[in-house]
């Protein structure tokens, strides 16, 4: 298992959650893990990135402001801070990993590793 995403429940809205992802062997030596999220009947959104080298951060325009992402390469664990959560973000959220630069970011195609993905609810 090269990606394992843990830390999804059922919160209130204005909550908060830590999402943690477990990175090993080629999806840990990357470029970049990212974090996108699926809800049903919906297509998979990008929600955020982080560099493992240098931690460079891109969010699409829902996450900023709200949501933090971090790493640990010590660890190779990378992690999305989610505050002042919404009944919207309810989804099912995945982290990726692969060699993608900032113009692909949003592009889940472009990613190579993915993790099984945690659920997260929140309640109105």
């Known amino acids: 298992v090269q990606l394992q995403a843990s830390g999804g429940g059922l919160v209130q809205a204005g909550g908060s959650l830590r999402l943690s992802c477990a990175a090993s062997?080629?999806?840990?030596?990357?470029?970049?893990v990212a974090w996108f999220r699926q809800a049903p009947g919906k297509e998979r959104e990008f929600v955020a990135t982080?560099?493992?080298?240098?931690?460079?951060?891109y969010y699409s325009d829902s996450a900023k402001g709200r949501f933090t992402v971090s790493k640990d390469n010590a660890k190779s664990m990378a992690y999305l801070q989610m505050n002042s959560l919404r009944p919207e973000d309810t989804a099912v959220y995945y982290c990726?990993?692969?060699?993608?630069?900032?113009?692909?970011?949003?592009?889940?195609?472009?990613?190579?590793?993915w993790g099984q993905g945690t659920q997260v609810t929140v309640s109105s």
């Open positions: 062997g080629a999806a840990a030596r990357s470029r970049a």
């Open positions: 982080i560099r493992w080298s240098g931690g460079g951060t």
């Open positions: 990726a990993a692969g060699n993608v630069i900032t113009s692909t970011a949003r592009n889940h195609d472009a990613y190579n590793y």
